[in-house]
């Protein structure tokens, strides 16, 4: 078995975009919000929420 890594915000967003895709929503969603974790600009992030609306990650 072949693991993948996710390294950057882009790597981060193919692999959400690729489970979308698939039907697996809920895998995409939490893809796409750990990649607005990375460092992006404000309107990045809330293209990435705007495309991958399902879920928001709990604030600690």
């Not at 882009?10 to 974790?37: I, M, R, V």
């Amino acid at each position: 078995m072949t693991r993948q890594t996710h390294d950057t915000r882009a790597d981060y967003l193919q692999a959400a975009q690729e489970e979308k895709a698939a039907g697996n929503t809920a895998l995409a969603s939490l893809l796409a919000e750990e990649a607005e974790y990375r460092g992006n600009t404000p309107a990045e992030n809330a293209q990435v929420m705007r495309d991958f609306p399902a879920g928001q990650r709990a604030e600690s």
